[in-house]
């Protein structure tokens, strides 16, 4: 049965609950039929996912979730409960000591993190810190990885999740995204230009059983997750089920399933709905299996996505994601590049149908696990508990200051909203965002996005004081993680700090605050 709660927090007073953590690759806010928005649009009405319905139906969801830009630093974030900013993995990683950056005209990437998360010390280039199942099991948990990992990159400890204290692993390796998702294909680049042998770095590996077989790697990794789920319940301990599928990231590869359900589109946005489907009928054979084994009332279920949808500007051609009404998508400091969906369910405790607009952020997620399970938030953690939340009480964020910081060139091309390197603060309704460049114009973006959550009205220019307050409030948070910053080519030095690029009014530099 669900645990007692105590008036001190989250806290089991038998049994801790198991937790399923559902994470989606680059699944836009509006990829769903689910409205995150205020009203319902038309994507919604294209998009079928009956599981996530029933998952607001029978749980919260939260309108104003949040995470990084890109993959890796939103995975590590999720692992560690650090900002980005602070672990410094702020870019994609793949291959060890390789920068994943795009060149910049002007600016030059800082020695980030290209080696991503490692368990031991003295790795290169790389943050070194404990694991969210490493911590989950001194509260003896049973960890299952299933999916996408993309923690560390190649040769370095952190590509295999078992090294940061998983006690199982699928398919989880250093790539972030699958050379196919085809089992006829065996997963693979060889498999999919049809030849019989050939390996590359993008291969999914651990999947063997399922080589030759007409199956869509999403099917193939709800299977194995399920049946690590029957394992652990039957073992009688509690789990925790890191689902964290390679869908629906690039290569578009339809699922057969679902494929036909979309006819009327074009053929990249049927192959994306039909994949966004698949996940969605993985989501609800888990939730399923939960029911059957009678172990709904005791597991949390929570599903996020890693980043915003991939909108048009980074592949080139027409969109097959939109994040309308958000502006931009993945990469970008702007609204549709780090506001995802985000369910929680936990029958007993989560009140059915209930919406929560407090805003979360990636790394409250290992503190709130850690309340959960009844065990001691590591003194790491610089994320914030949401449990207060998932019980219906109210959370003030209002003086709660919300960081990003890339410093790197995500994409080739820069010209789009809210591309760049960037550095980004949110407090309250406000919304600053201060590019690294200094030839771009604007440098500096305000936006009140309780009036703009399409971010079309940019008041740098008309509120000059709440900018520089914002600024000033910017520099603190990232001078306290001692963050990294973009090199300014022409002079080889790091490029100033946000307050001392504010923009002068009549000739007068804005005031600090």
């Given at each position: 049965m669900i645990a007692l709660l105590l008036s001190v927090g989250l806290v089991p007073a038998q049994d801790p609950p198991n937790v399923v953590l559902f994470l989606v690759d680059d699944m836009g806010w509006q990829d769903t039929s689910v409205p995150f928005h205020s009203e319902v649009t038309p994507f919604n009405r294209r998009y079928r996912t009956p599981a996530m319905e029933r998952m607001?139906?029978?749980?919260?969801k939260f309108t104003q979730a949040y995470v990084s830009a890109i993959c890796s630093p939103t995975r590590v974030s999720l692992m560690t409960g650090l900002n980005a900013a602070t672990h410094r993995v702020t870019n994609w990683t793949l291959r060890k000591d390789a920068n994943n950056d795009h060149s910049h005209p002007r600016l030059a990437s800082p020695a980030w993190h290209v080696n991503g998360l490692s368990p031991e010390a003295e790795i290169p280039r790389t943050v070194h810190a404990r694991a969210l199942p490493s911590f989950l099991a001194e509260a003896g948990y049973h960890s299952i990885h299933v999916g996408k990992a993309h923690f560390g990159a190649i040769d370095t400890p952190g590509a295999e999740p078992l090294n940061l204290g998983f006690d199982v692993n699928i398919a989880g390796h250093a790539a972030g995204a699958p050379a196919s998702y085809y089992g006829s294909h065996g997963f693979s680049q060889a498999g999919k230009q049809g030849k019989a042998e050939g390996s590359s770095v993008w291969d999914v590996p651990g999947l063997e059983a399922w080589h030759g077989k007409d199956v869509h790697l999403t099917e193939a990794?709800?299977?194995?997750?399920c049946r690590e789920v029957r394992k652990a319940v039957d073992a009688g301990k509690p789990f925790f089920l890191y689902l964290a599928h390679y869908a629906v990231h690039a290569p578009l590869m339809k699922d057969s399933r679902f494929a036909e359900n979309y006819g009327d589109l074009d053929p990249r946005e049927t192959a994306y709905a039909s994949m966004i489907e698949g996940m969605d009928k993985s989501l609800g054979d888990v939730l399923d299996l939960l029911d059957e084994l009678e172990a709904s009332e005791d597991t949390l279920v929570l599903f996020l996505s890693d980043n915003g949808g991939l909108t048009s500007y980074a592949r080139g051609g027409e969109p097959f994601t939109h994040n309308l009404p958000l502006s931009s998508g993945k990469g970008s400091a702007h609204e549709g590049g780090i506001r995802v969906p985000m369910l929680a369910r936990w029958t007993g405790v989560v009140e059915p149908g209930s919406v929560c607009p407090t805003p979360v952020i990636v790394e409250d997620f290992l503190p709130t696990l850690m309340e959960v399970a009844g065990a001691p938030i590591p003194d790491q953690a610089e994320g914030v508990p949401f449990t207060p939340l998932l019980r219906g009480e109210a959370m003030d964020t209002s003086e709660r200051t919300f960081l990003w910081h890339q410093p790197n060139t995500w994409t080739n091309i820069i010209a789009r909203k809210g591309l760049g390197p960037h550095s980004t603060l949110l407090r309250g309704d406000w919304k600053v965002v201060s590019y690294h460049d200094p030839g771009r114009d604007p440098r500096w973006e305000l936006f009140n996005l309780k009036d703009d959550i399409g971010e079309r009205n940019n008041l740098a220019g008309s509120l000059p004081d709440r900018?520089?307050?914002?600024?000033?409030?910017?520099?603190?948070?990232?001078?306290?993680?001692?963050?990294?910053?973009?090199?300014?080519?022409?002079?080889?030095?790091?490029i100033p700090w946000p307050d001392e690029t504010l923009p002068s009014v009549d000739g007068v530099p804005s005031k600090n605050g």
């Open positions: 607001a139906r029978e749980g919260m990794l709800t299977v194995e997750a900018l520089a307050g914002m600024a000033g409030i910017l520099t603190r948070e990232l001078k306290k993680r001692n963050a990294q910053r973009s090199v300014d080519k022409a002079t080889g030095e790091p």
